[in-house]
Each structure stands twice: as structure tokens, then as C-alpha cells.
């Protein structure tokens, strides 16, 4: 209990800290005197500083995986998963503008993969698509949303994306359940 306790409070400050300052001007010693815990604690839960963020990336994506709900559509799941983002427009703006950006960019990679998987599977309930289809629709949308949100990062994150979520979807309504019963029409033999 008390493990988790100061796993949480790592992981809070420096996500403050992230909020308040580049990646690059963040360190071990920051972090434990903010947290009142000696360095050996640190690296008794963590390598470095890195391996705070990882988690962070992880713990939210679990969050993504676990809230999700097959009665929202895509775009509700997908803003739902943008609020950590929102909660910390700095802290990922400071992410994604350190060497560590790729580590920001698996994150929404997986989250928009998994967005995407769990409503191709729901939407295909009752169309005979092939699996390799089900696949190759859900991986473009993955890179489609993945791109998105890095370019409304790259672009200081001024528009509201719970609009442009939702407008993408009404531009988009139906493609998914068209293609996937294109896909199941097409003769692969």
C-alpha cells in the first residue's frame, strides 16, 4: 500500500514539475526533494527519470483500455482518452518537444490502436469481414488519429479537440461499416 502510495506521488510531481518545465530540466534529485523521499527510494521504484514518464504513459493507457465502453462510439472513446492530454497540455507539449518524443507517440499510437481494434471488433459483429481487413481498417485509422493528434500538438494544441474529433466522425460515419462489409463482398480466392 504504502509502494503504491509513493509510486503515485513520483509519478504526480513529476508530472507537475513536467507542467512547469521542460523534460530536460528535471531531475532525480528535483523529484526526491520535492517528494521528501532520499534518492534510494527513487531507484527502488524507478531507473531514472524516463522510466517515470514510461509509467505515466502506461498507467494512462491501462485507464484508456480500462474505461473503455462498447456502448461509446469512436470519437466518445477517443476524447475520453484525450483527457490526460488536456489535463497536461504543457507536460506533453514539454514531451514532445524532448528526445523523449518518441515515447509520447507510441502512447497515442496505442491508444488510438486500441480505439480503434475494440470498435472495427464491434462494428463487424454482424459483418463477415475477414480478420486481415478487420486489421488493415483499424491500422488505418490508428495512423490516421495518431498523425492527427501529433499535428494538433506540433500546433500548440489551440484547437478544441473534442470538436474536431467529433466533426471527423460525422465526415466519416459509416466508412468503417462500409469497408468491413466491402470487405466481406470481395472474393479473396
Known amino acids: 500500500m504504502a509502494q503504491q502510495y509513493t509510486k503515485k506521488m513520483i509519478r504526480q510531481v513529476f508530472i507537475n514539475m513536467l507542467n512547469e518545465r521542460p523534460l530536460n530540466k528535471i531531475t532525480v534529485k ?12 527513487f531507484y ?4 531514472d527519470i524516463y522510466a517515470v514518464l514510461s509509467e505515466i504513459f502506461q498507467t494512462e493507457l491501462q485507464t484508456v483500455i480500462d474505461e473503455y465502453n462498447d456502448t461509446l462510439s469512436w470519437e466518445e472513446s477517443f476524447i ?3 483527457k490526460f492530454a488536456l489535463e497536461n497540455k504543457t507536460a506533453i507539449y514539454h514531451v514532445y518537444n524532448s528526445m523523449q518524443r ?3 507517440e507510441n502512447y497515442i499510437y496505442n491508444v488510438s490502436g486500441n480505439i480503434m481494434i475494440r470498435y472495427v471488433e464491434k462494428v463487424s459483429e454482424d459483418i463477415s469481414a475477414s480478420l486481415r481487413d478487420k486489421k488493415l481498417i483499424a491500422s488505418f485509422y490508428q495512423c490516421a488519429l495518431t498523425e492527427m493528434v501529433l ?11 473534442d470538436t474536431i474529433t467529433r466533426r471527423i466522425g460525422l465526415l466519416f460515419d459509416g466508412n468503417i461499416a462500409l469497408s468491413l462489409r466491402r470487405s466481406a463482398g470481395l472474393n479473396d480466392g
Request: proline share 3%; aromatic share 12%.
Open 80 to 82: 475520453v482518452a484525450a
Open 151 to 161: 499535428r494538433w500538438i506540433a500546433s500548440g494544441m489551440k484547437e478544441d479537440p
Open 44 to 47: 527502488y521504484y524507478y531507473t
Open 102 to 104: 518518441e515515447e509520447l
Open 30 to 41: 528535483d523529484v526526491v526533494k520535492e517528494c521528501e523521499i532520499n534518492r534510494n527510494t
